[in-house]
């Protein structure tokens, strides 16, 4: 495993995080409402082309999935602004040890490109939702000197249907290492099977508190939902150590692109509080066939997922 040894950042990162959504002993940091469902996830037989890595190799796996809400509240509401992005954090039970993880969320995009820049959009944020003295200055400052943070701050991002019509980007590339060695540079994307679908401005003020929870537990009485995983090949030109900018997936720039398989995503688990705080995921745990890129943001994910998840309890 990968470790970075700024321990002050990850300190400073962390309490940035705790001064914006409080600390809630038992939650994680961001993300804290979530739901854990089992299924299994069997590779395209051209996902082996890619990588050797062992879920990619066509035999049925056995996954662990959690979605998410972005707020590290855990009472925020499911329709609540602070309840996007979604996560889709996924753990495949393959290959040697513990298996490996995506950890992916539902906006294109992210506010930042590096550790530093997000401790100080981090600070922006927690000065200006302070509950002695709100202070936007910071914040303000920051967003003008980075537009892809204003543009992640300003962009709506409607609530979802369900958890599982909505695409759940990866972010930060990752380079697949094929059994002769060839390596490619992209990024994962998850695609709903069932039509994308949100929810129209109106109609969220009616949304129960948990609608996301009843609804997936609804569906999943009728039968698995299904969900594609994809690789994203980075283009020429494409910048793998900044994860804030999006890489087009339709029209006319749209990246070439790699189907690794099918998600279906089968039952809810049984003791939702247990299956939670048991599932630490973390974006840097790989198994061979699977490899880090240049992102300077997945070493830090990785220390920094450690180090919350340490202190959840
Ligand atoms: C440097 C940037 C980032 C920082 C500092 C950060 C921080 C965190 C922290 C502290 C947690 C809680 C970990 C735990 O207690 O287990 C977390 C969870 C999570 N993060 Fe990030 N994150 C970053 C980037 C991202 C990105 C780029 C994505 C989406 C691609 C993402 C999606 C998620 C999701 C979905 C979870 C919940 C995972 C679960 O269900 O266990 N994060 N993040």
């Known amino acids: 495993m990968i470790q970075l040894q700024d321990e002050a950042l990850l300190e400073d990162l962390l309490a940035a995080i705790h001064a914006t959504f409080?600390?809630?002993t038992g939650y994680r940091a961001t993300h804290s409402k979530g739901i854990v469902a089992h299924g299994t996830f069997t590779a395209a037989p051209e996902a082996a082309r890619l990588?050797?890595?062992?879920?990619?190799?066509?035999?049925?796996?056995?996954?662990?999935?959690?979605?998410?809400?972005?707020?590290?509240?855990?009472?925020t509401p499911d329709g609540d602004m602070m309840a996007s992005p979604r996560g889709l954090g996924i753990r495949f039970h393959a290959g040697e040890g513990a298996g490996t993880d995506i950890v992916a969320h539902s906006f294109d995009g992210f506010p930042v490109a590096t550790p530093r820049e997000f401790l100080a959009f981090l600070q922006g944020i927690a000065a200006s939702v302070s509950?002695?003295?709100?202070?936007p200055a910071p914040l303000e400052t920051f967003l003008a000197s980075h537009p892809r943070a204003r543009h992640y701050l300003e962009t709506v991002k409607p609530p979802p249907r369900s958890y599982t019509t909505i695409?759940?980007?990866?972010?930060?590339?990752?380079?697949?290492?094929?059994?002769?060695?060839?390596?490619?540079?992209?990024?994962y994307r998850f695609e709903p099977l069932a039509p994308p679908e949100t929810v129209p401005?109106?109609?969220v003020p009616t949304l129960a508190e948990n609608y996301l929870a009843d609804e997936l537990e609804a569906r999943l009485a009728q039968g698995p939902a299904a969900m594609r995983l994809i690789f994203q090949l980075a283009g020429n030109g494409d910048d793998t150590a900044d994860g804030s900018q999006p890489w087009p997936y339709y029209g006319p720039q749209a990246r070439h692109e790699q189907v690794l398989g099918e998600l279906q995503i089968e039952a809810?688990?049984?003791?939702q509080v247990q299956a939670s705080s048991q599932l630490a995921l973390n974006p840097a745990r790989l198994i061979d066939g699977v490899q880090l890129s240049d992102d300077p943001?997945?070493?830090?994910?990785?220390?920094?997922?450690?180090?919350?998840?340490?202190r959840r309890r």
């Open 51 to 75: 990588s050797r890595a062992a879920h990619l190799q066509g035999q049925p796996v056995p996954v662990t999935v959690r979605f998410s809400n972005f707020s590290g509240v855990p009472q």
């Open 167 to 187: 695409h759940y980007f990866g972010i930060n590339a990752f380079v697949l290492a094929a059994a002769d060695g060839t390596l490619s540079t992209g990024r």
């Open 268 to 271: 809810l688990a049984s003791d």
């Open 201 to 203: 401005e109106h109609e």
């Open 131 to 135: 509950p002695t003295a709100p202070d």
């Open 22 to 24: 409080g600390h809630h």
């Open 297 to 310: 943001m997945v070493p830090l994910r990785n220390a920094l997922y450690r180090l919350a998840a340490s």
